[in-house]
């Protein structure tokens, strides 16, 4: 045969392939083909990750060296930022408080912050509301940090291309509509996590981005926990969007810069704590026989009081004020010793991340405990059970009741720990020597993320508060947390105006009194603070806290249910926002008398 015929013979059996694949699926029905495009992607994970693990064009921070940076002083990135936003937002905050912009000197422009609470899809999408009901008030555009609490996913979503994708809507609008249309099944249904997979341009694109990152974490040596599996089903739900093949930067923090750099939104602060638990921080023989007395020293140690150790996450820096210690956000997972890192792997997924920033289940048992008792209330019920455990708990003993109360049931989530002997020996006791950091949700803390707001370096002057815990009504557990921090971070808090329910006005003023843990408060602030409360003007019969479907272990809304959220949040808003635009003009009026009096 010639190589013509060849050629020919060749043409006639592609061809006929090719028609019976058509007919093939034309009699398939789709759905089946793209489950089976996800199931093969799965099988390939590995063949897949591998291929492009080495990939400097993809990962250019695998030819970047990190190191630790020991202070408490704000990294140059973040103070670019906040020189650049004060120009960038001048306009705005003119128009905002009903001036000339002639009149408005950018180092008169209050530093504002809005903050979200925990609450899971709850909390995502009330916020989101609010943060819409403050860009149609044309404050949204005059702030310059936002911050999310544990389950405030929105903040992952927000500096993407998912929320960017139609420039004819503001970013918050478009997550608004997609919340509407995506919300529809579970993270826990199969079905409903492999059409998210598939229905899409490119399924394998959608597997590798949301149970890649899965694998990623192996390449560093860190066990794979439960609360990173919930991380990468979360992603299926809220991070997907038409064509996941051109979703690569979105799923690594670090590149949310490319919104901000030049001031141009809002910095986003994300959190998370570590559950310091000094009987868990025993050194190894060979480093303990460094230490003078050590035994006596050990013993003394190990019975001082546990507490959390809150870290920030933003996307220039992953670190603690509590060290203090910071790293670039795309070295997060790497192996650090001495304070540089020696290992370089790919930046872990932002699938991860979500998992850890929202890793509620895997908070303490006293945790569980304390929230149990709110939710019983203050009747027969709660004395009951106060008793029997007080009872309990006596029995125990002190040092075991600690142990017993610090343990967590669900493992949170591991990772290396860039502070790994960030000293040199002989060795001091805590966290710098566990070779990892098990990091957890900050609402096991506090439900707001108040510590990284109240950061003496930001200089914040307005906070803008907003509360969607389940249990808000009875206001015990706001107090209580206030109470805590204001006694870490050496502050007083005066409730100034608490008149109006729908935003009540905080002062709070540094005293010095701090308990040792992070760095003193500098700087005194004001808290406007907004209670996710039932509002007449909605529905009288709407009430957060106790409808089914706001749960926080729900994870499906209907468009309709998302509507009804995003309304209560819009109307509270707009039954509370004077006051709000009172405060920011006080300080804007008294910043500007105090520049023009050379002070």
Same mark, same amino acid.
């Not at 026989?289 to 019975?303: D, F, M, P």
């Not at 001495?338 to 929202?358: A, H, M, N, W």
């Given at each position: ?112 912050? @809005? ?314 006791? !805590? ?11 900050? !609402? ?110 729900? @994870? ?44």
């Amino acid at each position: 045969m010639s190589d013509k015929e060849k050629k020919k013979d060749e043409n006639w059996f592609t061809q006929l392939g090719t028609h019976i694949q058509n007919t093939i699926k034309s009699f398939v029905p789709e759905n089946i083909i793209r489950d089976q495009q996800v199931l093969s992607a799965f099988d390939n994970m590995d063949e897949i990750i591998n291929g492009k693990i080495k990939d400097v064009k993809l990962h250019p921070e695998l030819e970047w060296e990190a190191t630790v940076r020991r202070s408490n002083e704000l990294c140059d990135d973040e103070k670019k930022f906040l020189q650049d936003r004060k120009n960038y937002i001048r306009e705005a905050f003119a128009k905002y408080i009903g001036v000339d912009v002639s009149e408005v000197h950018p180092d008169d422009i209050p530093t504002i912050a @809005f903050m979200g609470s925990g609450g899971g899809f709850r909390a995502m999408i009330v916020v989101t509301a609010y943060f819409a009901a403050m860009k149609d008030s044309g404050l949204y555009d005059c702030g310059t940090y936002v911050s999310g609490n544990g389950s405030c996913w929105n903040l992952a979503q927000l500096y993407t291309s998912l929320a960017r994708s139609n420039p004819e809507n503001h970013p918050l609008d478009n997550l608004l509509n997609y919340y509407k249309a995506n919300l529809t099944h579970s993270i826990t249904n199969v079905r409903g996590v492999f059409k998210d997979l598939a229905h899409n341009a490119n399924p394998k694109a959608a597997v590798e981005l949301c149970f890649g990152g899965l694998h990623v974490k192996k390449l560093s040596e860190v066990s794979v926990d439960i609360m990173d599996l919930f991380g990468a089903l979360l992603a299926t739900k809220i991070m997907l969007g038409p064509d996941p093949s051109k979703q690569y930067d979105d799923f690594k923090l670090s590149r949310q810069r490319k919104y901000i750099d030049g001031g141009k939104d809002l910095l986003p602060i994300h959190v998370c704590t570590y559950h310091v638990r000094p009987w868990k921080d025993a050194l190894e023989s060979k480093d303990a026989a460094l230490v003078e007395n050590y035994a006596q020293v050990w013993e003394e140690y190990k019975k001082l009081d546990d507490h959390y150790q809150w870290y920030e996450v933003t996307p220039y820096e992953f670190g603690t004020e509590e060290i203090p210690a910071y790293i670039p956000t795309w070295a997060f997972g790497r192996k650090f010793e001495g304070g540089k890192d020696v290992t370089r792997i790919p930046e872990q997924y932002l699938s991860l991340l979500i998992g850890l920033f929202g890793s509620a289940p895997s908070a303490p048992l006293l945790f569980e405990i304390n929230q149990l008792e709110l939710a019983l209330g203050n009747g027969w019920a709660k004395k009951e059970f106060k008793r029997a455990y007080d009872k309990a708990m006596e029995k125990m003993g002190e040092q075991k009741q600690r142990v017993f109360e610090g343990h967590q049931p669900v493992p949170p989530p591991s990772f290396n720990n860039f502070t790994y002997h960030l000293e040199p020996p002989p060795y001091k006791l !805590g966290v710098t020597n566990s070779p990892y950091l098990k990091l957890m949700d900050g !609402g096991v803390s506090n439900d707001s993320p108040v510590y990284p707001m109240s950061r003496p370096a930001r200089k914040i002057e307005i906070v803008i508060g907003f509360d969607c815990s389940s249990v808000i009504v009875g206001r015990e557990l706001f107090e209580k947390e206030q109470k805590e921090f204001c006694e870490i971070r050496g502050l007083d808090r005066n409730p100034r105006d608490t008149s109006n329910k729908f935003c009540e006005i905080h002062d709070y003023t540094p005293n010095g009194k701090t308990n040792g843990y992070c760095p003193p408060a500098e700087n005194p602030f004001t808290l406007c603070y907004f209670p996710y409360l039932p509002n007449d003007k909605v529905d009288p019969k709407f009430i957060p806290a106790t409808e089914k479907f706001m749960a926080f272990n729900n @994870f499906t809304y209907t468009a309709e249910q998302v509507d009804k959220t995003v309304q209560l949040a819009k109307q509270n808003w707009a039954d509370g926002q004077q006051k709000v635009k009172e405060e920011i003009i006080k300080v804007w009026r008294k910043k500007k008398a105090a520049r023009l009096g050379g002070k």
